[in-house]
Protein backbone atom coordinates (compact mmCIF):
# COMPACT_ATOMS: atom_id res chain seq x y z
CA UNK A 1 0.00 0.00 0.00
CA UNK A 2 1.72 3.64 -0.98
CA UNK A 3 0.78 6.64 1.20
CA UNK A 4 -2.18 7.89 -0.77
CA UNK A 5 -3.71 4.71 -0.61
CA UNK A 6 -2.83 4.63 3.09
CA UNK A 7 -4.19 8.59 3.64
CA UNK A 8 -6.94 7.75 1.99
CA UNK A 9 -8.21 4.49 3.25
CA UNK A 10 -7.07 6.83 7.09
CA UNK A 11 -9.23 9.29 5.88
CA UNK A 12 -11.87 7.07 4.87
CA UNK A 13 -11.96 5.13 8.30
CA UNK A 14 -12.50 8.30 10.21
CA UNK A 15 -15.48 9.55 8.64
CA UNK A 16 -16.71 6.39 9.33
CA UNK A 17 -15.76 6.38 12.75
CA UNK A 18 -17.32 9.66 13.16
CA UNK A 19 -20.65 8.72 11.81
CA UNK A 20 -20.84 6.18 13.71
CA UNK A 21 -20.06 8.12 17.00
CA UNK A 22 -22.83 10.42 16.18
CA UNK A 23 -25.27 7.87 15.35
CA UNK A 24 -24.83 5.53 18.85
CA UNK A 25 -23.98 9.08 20.65
CA UNK A 26 -27.52 10.50 19.06
CA UNK A 27 -29.16 7.41 20.68
CA UNK A 28 -26.96 6.38 24.17
CA UNK A 29 -24.64 8.50 25.73
CA UNK A 30 -24.21 5.97 29.05
CA UNK A 31 -24.02 1.91 29.76
CA UNK A 32 -24.75 0.43 32.91
CA UNK A 33 -22.97 -2.80 32.64
CA UNK A 34 -22.49 -5.77 35.18
CA UNK A 35 -19.26 -6.54 36.13
CA UNK A 36 -18.03 -10.16 37.73
CA UNK A 37 -16.60 -9.59 41.09
CA UNK A 38 -13.84 -12.12 41.15
CA UNK A 39 -11.59 -12.61 38.12
CA UNK A 40 -8.87 -10.64 38.68
CA UNK A 41 -6.51 -9.35 36.76
CA UNK A 42 -9.40 -8.50 34.70
CA UNK A 43 -12.29 -7.73 36.99
CA UNK A 44 -11.77 -7.40 40.65
CA UNK A 45 -14.29 -6.29 43.69
CA UNK A 46 -13.07 -3.19 43.62
CA UNK A 47 -14.67 -2.48 40.15
CA UNK A 48 -10.76 -2.46 38.63
CA UNK A 49 -8.83 -4.62 35.99
CA UNK A 50 -7.98 -4.69 32.09
CA UNK A 51 -11.56 -5.24 31.03
CA UNK A 52 -12.99 -2.20 33.05
CA UNK A 53 -9.90 -0.19 30.88
CA UNK A 54 -10.82 -1.55 27.84
CA UNK A 55 -14.01 -0.78 27.93
CA UNK A 56 -13.97 2.21 29.61
CA UNK A 57 -11.46 3.62 26.84
CA UNK A 58 -12.90 1.93 23.91
CA UNK A 59 -16.21 3.72 24.61
CA UNK A 60 -14.77 7.13 25.48
CA UNK A 61 -13.51 7.67 21.74
CA UNK A 62 -17.22 7.45 20.83
CA UNK A 63 -18.69 9.42 24.00
CA UNK A 64 -19.99 6.83 25.47
CA UNK A 65 -19.73 6.93 29.56
CA UNK A 66 -19.53 3.69 31.34
CA UNK A 67 -21.21 2.72 34.42
CA UNK A 68 -20.35 -0.93 36.30
CA UNK A 69 -22.14 -2.31 38.68
CA UNK A 70 -20.08 -4.95 40.35
CA UNK A 71 -21.28 -8.12 40.89
CA UNK A 72 -20.96 -12.09 41.11
CA UNK A 73 -20.50 -13.34 37.70
CA UNK A 74 -23.65 -15.74 37.19
CA UNK A 75 -25.68 -12.58 38.52
CA UNK A 76 -24.46 -10.53 36.37
CA UNK A 77 -25.45 -12.67 32.87
CA UNK A 78 -29.35 -13.20 34.87
CA UNK A 79 -29.06 -9.03 35.09
CA UNK A 80 -27.86 -8.96 31.35
CA UNK A 81 -30.51 -11.45 29.81
CA UNK A 82 -33.62 -9.61 31.57
CA UNK A 83 -32.48 -6.48 30.62
CA UNK A 84 -32.06 -5.10 34.36
CA UNK A 85 -28.21 -3.22 32.86
CA UNK A 86 -26.86 -3.20 29.36
CA UNK A 87 -24.56 -6.02 29.12
CA UNK A 88 -22.05 -7.98 31.07
CA UNK A 89 -18.40 -8.57 30.90
CA UNK A 90 -16.35 -11.12 30.77
CA UNK A 91 -18.50 -13.67 28.72
CA UNK A 92 -16.94 -16.15 26.67
CA UNK A 93 -18.47 -16.57 23.17
CA UNK A 94 -19.52 -19.79 22.57
CA UNK A 95 -22.61 -21.94 21.65
CA UNK A 96 -23.88 -21.78 24.91
CA UNK A 97 -23.76 -17.61 25.20
CA UNK A 98 -24.30 -16.70 21.33
CA UNK A 99 -27.96 -17.29 21.38
CA UNK A 100 -28.45 -14.70 24.80
CA UNK A 101 -26.50 -11.69 23.88
CA UNK A 102 -25.30 -9.26 20.99
CA UNK A 103 -21.71 -10.00 20.54
CA UNK A 104 -19.49 -7.34 19.00
CA UNK A 105 -16.56 -8.49 16.38
CA UNK A 106 -13.72 -7.68 18.37
CA UNK A 107 -12.97 -9.46 21.74
CA UNK A 108 -11.51 -7.89 24.50
CA UNK A 109 -8.59 -10.52 25.16
CA UNK A 110 -7.85 -14.44 24.81
CA UNK A 111 -8.18 -15.91 28.09
CA UNK A 112 -6.61 -19.65 28.56
CA UNK A 113 -7.61 -22.07 31.19
CA UNK A 114 -6.51 -25.24 32.98
CA UNK A 115 -7.59 -27.79 34.76
CA UNK A 116 -5.54 -27.53 38.18
CA UNK A 117 -5.09 -30.53 40.40
CA UNK A 118 -3.37 -30.61 44.30
CA UNK A 119 0.54 -31.85 43.82
CA UNK A 120 -0.13 -34.66 46.56
CA UNK A 121 -3.14 -35.88 44.95
CA UNK A 122 -2.80 -36.02 41.09
CA UNK A 123 -5.79 -36.20 39.05
CA UNK A 124 -5.88 -39.79 37.40
CA UNK A 125 -5.38 -38.75 33.64
CA UNK A 126 -3.33 -36.26 31.65
CA UNK A 127 -6.06 -35.52 29.69
CA UNK A 128 -10.17 -33.78 29.98
CA UNK A 129 -11.43 -36.85 27.57
CA UNK A 130 -9.66 -39.68 29.77
CA UNK A 131 -10.49 -38.83 33.28
CA UNK A 132 -12.35 -41.90 34.37
CA UNK A 133 -15.91 -41.63 34.55
CA UNK A 134 -17.31 -39.89 37.68
CA UNK A 135 -14.30 -38.16 38.49
CA UNK A 136 -15.53 -34.74 40.50
CA UNK A 137 -14.52 -31.73 39.18
CA UNK A 138 -15.07 -27.45 40.53
CA UNK A 139 -15.89 -24.85 38.38
CA UNK A 140 -17.37 -21.58 38.99
CA UNK A 141 -20.93 -21.35 38.96
CA UNK A 142 -22.20 -19.39 35.67
CA UNK A 143 -18.70 -19.70 33.84
CA UNK A 144 -18.04 -20.76 30.21
CA UNK A 145 -15.47 -23.75 29.43
CA UNK A 146 -15.67 -23.80 26.03
CA UNK A 147 -18.14 -25.67 23.62
CA UNK A 148 -16.08 -29.36 23.97
CA UNK A 149 -16.41 -29.02 27.82
CA UNK A 150 -19.95 -28.67 27.42
CA UNK A 151 -20.05 -31.55 25.86
CA UNK A 152 -18.16 -33.95 28.18
CA UNK A 153 -20.23 -36.73 30.27
CA UNK A 154 -17.28 -38.50 31.96
CA UNK A 155 -17.15 -35.77 34.89
CA UNK A 156 -19.46 -34.61 37.92
CA UNK A 157 -19.37 -31.24 38.06
CA UNK A 158 -19.32 -29.30 41.79
CA UNK A 159 -20.58 -25.78 41.27
CA UNK A 160 -19.35 -22.84 43.57
CA UNK A 161 -19.05 -19.22 44.10
CA UNK A 162 -15.60 -18.41 44.20
CA UNK A 163 -12.15 -18.88 43.28
CA UNK A 164 -11.06 -19.43 46.84
CA UNK A 165 -13.95 -22.04 47.83
CA UNK A 166 -12.20 -24.05 43.99
CA UNK A 167 -8.96 -23.52 45.90
CA UNK A 168 -10.58 -24.82 49.36
CA UNK A 169 -12.24 -27.62 48.03
CA UNK A 170 -9.16 -28.96 46.23
CA UNK A 171 -6.93 -28.77 49.29
CA UNK A 172 -9.36 -30.63 50.93
CA UNK A 173 -9.83 -33.51 48.50
CA UNK A 174 -14.11 -32.45 48.47
CA UNK A 175 -12.67 -32.30 44.70
CA UNK A 176 -10.36 -33.70 42.19
CA UNK A 177 -9.43 -31.23 40.11
CA UNK A 178 -11.03 -27.89 39.20
CA UNK A 179 -10.85 -25.50 35.93
CA UNK A 180 -9.39 -22.12 36.36
CA UNK A 181 -8.39 -19.48 33.75
CA UNK A 182 -4.62 -19.07 34.27
CA UNK A 183 -3.89 -15.78 35.06
CA UNK A 184 -6.80 -15.66 37.43
CA UNK A 185 -5.18 -18.89 39.48
CA UNK A 186 -2.30 -17.25 39.51
CA UNK A 187 -3.58 -14.29 41.40
CA UNK A 188 -5.54 -16.36 43.56
CA UNK A 189 -3.13 -19.03 44.15
CA UNK A 190 -0.45 -16.69 45.57
CA UNK A 191 -2.65 -14.78 47.24
CA UNK A 192 -3.69 -17.82 49.35
CA UNK A 193 0.10 -19.19 49.63
CA UNK A 194 -0.45 -22.23 48.16
CA UNK A 195 1.08 -22.05 44.15
CA UNK A 196 3.20 -25.04 45.21
CA UNK A 197 0.43 -27.24 46.70
CA UNK A 198 -1.91 -26.49 43.38
CA UNK A 199 -0.59 -26.68 39.81
CA UNK A 200 -1.67 -26.78 36.42
CA UNK A 201 -2.27 -30.45 34.96
CA UNK A 202 -3.36 -30.03 31.42
CA UNK A 203 -5.10 -27.16 29.06
CA UNK A 204 -8.26 -27.13 28.56
CA UNK A 205 -8.88 -24.35 26.10
CA UNK A 206 -8.54 -21.14 24.89
CA UNK A 207 -11.63 -17.99 24.95
CA UNK A 208 -12.11 -15.26 22.56
CA UNK A 209 -13.28 -12.88 26.38
CA UNK A 210 -16.07 -10.54 25.07
CA UNK A 211 -18.40 -7.89 26.27
CA UNK A 212 -22.01 -9.54 25.84
CA UNK A 213 -24.61 -6.70 25.57
CA UNK A 214 -28.37 -7.48 26.45
CA UNK A 215 -30.58 -8.47 23.74
CA UNK A 216 -33.39 -5.99 25.73
CA UNK A 217 -30.88 -2.85 24.16
CA UNK A 218 -32.29 -1.32 20.84
CA UNK A 219 -28.53 -0.13 20.03
CA UNK A 220 -27.29 -2.91 21.36
CA UNK A 221 -25.80 -3.47 17.62
CA UNK A 222 -24.84 -0.41 16.61
CA UNK A 223 -22.94 -0.18 20.60
CA UNK A 224 -21.22 -3.49 19.91
CA UNK A 225 -19.80 -2.05 16.51
CA UNK A 226 -18.88 1.31 18.51
CA UNK A 227 -16.69 -0.86 20.85
CA UNK A 228 -15.08 -2.42 17.92
CA UNK A 229 -14.65 0.53 16.66
CA UNK A 230 -13.13 1.85 19.97
CA UNK A 231 -10.78 -1.09 20.77
CA UNK A 232 -9.29 -1.21 17.11
CA UNK A 233 -8.22 2.64 17.37
CA UNK A 234 -6.49 1.61 21.19
CA UNK A 235 -4.94 -1.03 19.73
CA UNK A 236 -3.47 1.68 16.52
CA UNK A 237 -2.43 3.82 19.03
CA UNK A 238 -0.40 1.27 20.97
CA UNK A 239 -2.80 1.88 24.23
CA UNK A 240 -4.36 -2.22 24.01
CA UNK A 241 -0.98 -3.37 23.76
CA UNK A 242 0.16 -0.90 26.63
CA UNK A 243 -2.64 -2.41 28.96
CA UNK A 244 -1.56 -5.96 28.28
CA UNK A 245 2.23 -5.27 28.95
CA UNK A 246 0.81 -3.82 32.30
CA UNK A 247 -0.84 -6.37 33.31
CA UNK A 248 1.62 -9.16 32.42
CA UNK A 249 3.95 -6.92 34.96
Known sequence: MDRTTGTVMRIIFLLLFALLTQAVSANQTSLQLAAEDSWPPFADDTGRGLSHELIKRAFAKSGVKVDSLVVPYSRALMMAEKGQVDGVFNVARQQSTEDRFVFGATPLFVAKASFYEYRQRPLPARDKHLLP????????????????????????????????????????????GAVMYDLVASQYLKRMGVEDEIVPAFANHESNIYLAFSRSLPAAAELAASLDAGLAELMRDGEYQQLLTELAQ
Do not use: H, P, W
Open 133 to 176: EGTIIGVMEGYEYGDEFASLKNLRLLEVSSQQQLINLLLCGRIQ
